[in-house]
């Protein structure tokens, strides 16, 4: 039985420039042939064939045919002159194929970046421009001998959502500008450190790195710690739960503005650090409630006026057409779990800090006269905020987003004309619903040393590519700029190699600018010097963010030194990046920047 590498599937993007290779596993000693014709056609248009291995193991390679799509491939395993087994791969396009791997800003996906360029959906259906996403997959023993996950898609409306948005943008350029299909086989893992996608060779002289990885080959340990991320995390955040005031008062249904015990809620300007206001480095849940008044003027200076209030205290729009219509609330990034509600409604929740609440408020929700949204926060390292620069807001209607020159977050209407919009940034309150001890560590297997390599990337490595597209970085500044380099010298060798192209292009984007380094402090930082040194700091916040910030700059300065390399290039971020998300959701010119730079390097 024939039994072929995932990446050879329907839909596969064959790269032009090089052999075509198909491989897999098969009986051994038995024949194996393989073709390329177009669908519906038998005349062949390319043919090779191999002997399977004693190991199984087999490999063909083939001359692509023009560019172009609707291809078909079969794979035919005899003995004794006999048929076996056959496989066809039907869609097989011929055009240029890329991998994208690095870290989260590599994998970023599309349904993240909707609101910057809603017009990708307009008609989100293109077959020239296919995707093979590979899910994170750890090894510390060796490398896979395939992918483990992953199948080829189009852009289509069911596929676009979960597209690399970074990928997206840069193949739908090069198809665009050549005229031929592109594939993208997305190889990225967030929060991932070099040395997870290098091998024990390309690390071989970075002992304390394979010390790491050969640790993990024993399955009791690696079980042992799978066990506590399972139970520990979840069992602080139940017990958090538990114990939450909050919750077991359902201070989500309180309408703070009309209570009595409204002094026991303190205010609180946000967005904010929530370590600089009164709430400080509070481990545990905190309740935040912003109200707001839909009616006329009048009941709304009547209202403030019977219950002691002041503009400050309740927003206020008088357009009641958000009454009748679905409409949207944003909030900005948090730090770390939230439930939002709105008239003690659960709008939407997120577990972790990274992604943006943008929730939709149905019609129907709110009402005239007071409405409260109310924000459970569960902040697990002490370290809470509401983002700085993020607007707080609910609105209605179809909105593009935007930053503008000061980092500052906004939207603006498709239609060019405007909506309703009440502004949540100001008087909030607050008020602790539990305290709790530091929530237990996560260990992420992925991050280690050779974890990706062996699970990931060196399986694709074996699908011939036009170029290496790495986005990387953020998760190693705590390098030197003579270590950091180093790594990279040594994948980009060790990937050449392995992919037998001496001169194969590597294409990294330069870390576009990020100041949210300048803020953030607390716990400990190993700074790598450039003596090979290392510099553990503890004095304090000031110190941490400090070299938070230098190790930020370093990683720059390393990837223009980089550039300088034969056959590496890099892709300029100035003028890219947002200062309060390490998420920048400008995908679209970085995507274009490496379409640039894959079209100079070559096809």
Same mark, same amino acid.
């Given at each position: 039985?024939?039994?072929?590498?995932?990446?050879?599937?329907?839909?596969?993007?064959?790269?032009?420039?090089?052999?075509?290779?198909?491989?897999?596993?098969?009986?051994?000693?038995?024949?194996?042939?393989?073709?390329?014709?177009?669908?519906?056609?038998?005349?062949?248009?390319?043919?090779?064939?191999?002997?399977?291995?004693?190991?199984?193991?087999?490999?063909?390679?083939?001359?692509?045919?023009?560019?172009?799509?609707?291809?078909?491939?079969?794979?035919?395993?005899?003995?004794?002159?006999? +048929?076996?087994?056959?496989?066809? %791969?039907?869609?097989?396009? +011929?055009?240029?194929?890329?991998?994208?791997?690095?870290?989260?800003?590599?994998?970023?996906?599309?349904?993240?970046?909707?609101?910057?360029?809603?017009?990708?959906?307009?008609?989100?259906?293109?077959?020239?421009?296919?995707? @093979?996403?590979?899910?994170?997959?750890?090894?510390?023993?060796?490398?896979?001998?395939? +992918?483990?996950?992953?199948?080829?898609?189009?852009?289509?409306?069911?596929?676009?959502?979960?597209?690399?948005?970074?990928?997206?943008?840069?193949?739908?350029?090069?198809?665009?500008?050549?005229?031929?299909?592109?594939? /993208? %086989?997305?190889?990225?893992?967030?929060?991932?450190?070099?040395?997870?996608?290098?091998?024990?060779?390309?690390?071989?002289?970075?002992?304390?790195?394979?010390?790491?990885?050969?640790?993990?080959?024993?399955?009791?340990?690696?079980?042992? /710690?799978?066990?506590?991320?399972?139970?520990?995390?979840?069992?602080?955040?139940?017990?958090?739960?538990?114990?939450?005031?909050?919750?077991?008062?359902?201070?989500?249904?309180?309408?703070?503005?009309?209570?009595?015990?409204?002094?026991?809620?303190?205010? +609180?300007?946000?967005?904010?650090?929530?370590?600089?206001?009164? /709430?400080?480095?509070?481990?545990?849940?905190?309740?935040?409630?912003?109200?707001?008044?839909?009616?006329?003027?009048?009941?709304?200076?009547?209202?403030?006026?019977?219950?002691?209030?002041?503009?400050?205290?309740?927003?206020?729009?008088?357009?009641?057409?958000?009454?009748?219509?679905?409409?949207?609330?944003?909030? $900005?990034?948090?730090?770390?779990?939230?439930?939002?509600?709105?008239?003690?409604?659960?709008?939407?929740?997120?577990?972790?800090?990274?992604?943006?609440?943008?929730?939709?408020?149905?019609?129907?929700?709110?009402k005239a006269g007071l409405n409260e949204v109310t924000v459970r926060l569960s902040i697990e390292?002490?370290?809470?905020?509401?983002?700085?620069?993020?607007?707080?807001?609910?609105?209605?209607?179809?909105?593009?987003?935007?930053?503008?020159?000061?980092?500052?977050?906004?939207?603006?209407?498709?239609?060019?004309?405007?909506?309703?919009?009440?502004?949540?940034?100001?008087?909030?309150?607050?008020?602790?619903?539990?305290?709790?001890?530091?929530?237990?560590?996560?260990?992420?297997?992925?991050?280690?040393?050779?974890?990706?390599?062996?699970?990931?990337?060196?399986?694709?490595?074996?699908?011939?590519?036009?170029?290496?597209?790495?986005?990387?970085?953020?998760?190693?500044?705590?390098?030197?700029?003579?270590?950091?380099?180093?790594?990279?010298?040594?994948?980009?060798? $060790?990937?050449?190699?392995?992919?037998?192209?001496?001169?194969?292009?590597?294409?990294?984007?330069?870390?576009?600018?990020?100041?949210?380094?300048?803020?953030?402090?607390?716990?400990?930082?190993?700074?790598?010097?450039?003596?090979?040194?290392?510099?553990?700091?503890?004095?304090?916040?000031?110190?941490?963010?400090?070299?938070?910030?230098?190790?930020?700059?370093? /990683?720059?300065?390393?990837?223009?030194?980089?550039?300088?390399?034969?056959?590496? @290039?890099?892709?300029?971020?100035?003028?890219?990046?947002?200062?309060?998300?390490?998420?920048?959701?400008?995908?679209?010119?970085?995507?274009?920047?490496?379409?640039?730079?894959?079209?100079?390097?070559?096809?």
């Amino acid at each position: 039985m024939i039994r072929l590498s995932r990446l050879i599937s329907d839909g596969m993007v064959i790269h032009k420039d090089k052999k075509a290779k198909v491989w897999g596993w098969a009986a051994p000693g038995a024949k194996v042939e393989a073709k390329i014709n177009k669908e519906g056609e038998k005349t062949a248009l390319s043919r090779g064939s191999s002997s399977v291995k004693q190991d199984g193991s087999f490999e063909i390679f083939l001359d692509p045919p023009n560019m172009g799509e609707g291809y078909e491939l079969t794979v035919t395993e005899s003995a004794d002159g006999n +048929v076996t087994d056959e496989k066809s %791969i039907g869609n097989v396009a +011929v055009g240029l194929t890329y991998i994208m791997c690095g870290q989260s800003n590599a994998g970023f996906p599309m349904c993240r970046v909707r609101d910057t360029y809603p017009e990708e959906w307009d008609d989100p259906n293109d077959d020239k421009i296919r995707t @093979f996403k590979v899910v994170e997959h750890y090894a510390f023993e060796g490398p896979e001998e395939d +992918v483990l996950t992953g199948e080829w898609r189009t852009v289509s409306p069911d596929s676009i959502d979960n597209w690399c948005a970074v990928g997206y943008f840069a193949a739908k350029k090069v198809s665009k500008t050549v005229g031929c299909p592109v594939g /993208i %086989i997305d190889a990225t893992q967030g929060g991932s450190p070099i040395e997870a996608w290098m091998s024990r060779e390309w690390l071989k002289d970075y002992p304390d790195r394979i010390e790491t990885a050969d640790q993990y080959r024993d399955s009791k340990l690696v079980d042992s /710690i799978e066990h506590a991320n399972a139970t520990e995390g979840t069992a602080w955040r139940e017990e958090l739960y538990k114990n939450d005031t909050g919750v077991t008062e359902h201070w989500e249904t309180h309408t703070l503005a009309m209570r009595a015990d409204r002094d026991q809620w303190k205010p +609180v300007d946000l967005p904010a650090f929530l370590w600089n206001t009164d /709430i400080g480095h509070t481990i545990g849940s905190v309740w935040l409630k912003r109200e707001f008044y839909i009616g006329d003027k009048e009941g709304y200076d009547s209202f403030l006026s019977e219950n002691g209030l002041d503009d400050t205290d309740v927003a206020f729009s008088d357009d009641t057409g958000l009454l009748d219509t679905d409409s949207h609330i944003w909030l $900005g990034t948090m730090t770390d779990a939230d439930i939002t509600y709105v008239n003690g409604t659960e709008v939407g929740r997120i577990e972790y800090s990274y992604p943006p609440r943008r929730y939709t408020v149905h019609a129907g929700l709110l009402k005239a006269g007071l409405n409260e949204v109310t924000v459970r926060l569960s902040i697990e390292h002490g370290w809470g905020r509401i983002t700085p620069h993020k607007m707080l807001a609910i609105f209605e209607g179809e909105t593009v987003r935007y930053i503008d020159d000061t980092d500052d977050e906004h939207v603006k209407w498709h239609d060019g004309s405007e909506h309703p919009f009440i502004d949540l940034s100001g008087r909030w309150y607050y008020k602790i619903g539990a305290t709790a001890e530091e929530i237990p560590g996560f260990h992420f297997f992925c991050w280690d040393p050779t974890a990706l390599y062996n699970g990931v990337l060196s399986p694709c490595l074996n699908y011939p590519i036009g170029a290496f597209m790495w986005y990387q970085g953020e998760s190693n500044t705590d390098n030197s700029k003579t270590q950091y380099y180093d790594l990279t010298v040594r994948q980009v060798e $060790g990937i050449r190699a392995q992919t037998g192209d001496d001169s194969l292009p590597y294409i990294l984007a330069k870390l576009p600018r990020y100041d949210l380094n300048k803020y953030e402090g607390g716990g400990n930082f190993d700074l790598t010097q450039d003596d090979g040194t290392e510099a553990s700091i503890t004095q304090g916040d000031d110190e941490y963010a400090y070299l938070k910030t230098e190790g930020w700059a370093c /990683i720059q300065e390393t990837q223009d030194m980089l550039g300088a390399l034969p056959n590496i @290039f890099v892709v300029d971020s100035a003028g890219l990046g947002e200062g309060f998300d390490l998420h920048p959701q400008d995908k679209k010119p970085m995507g274009e920047s490496y379409a640039d730079m894959i079209l100079m390097a070559r096809m």
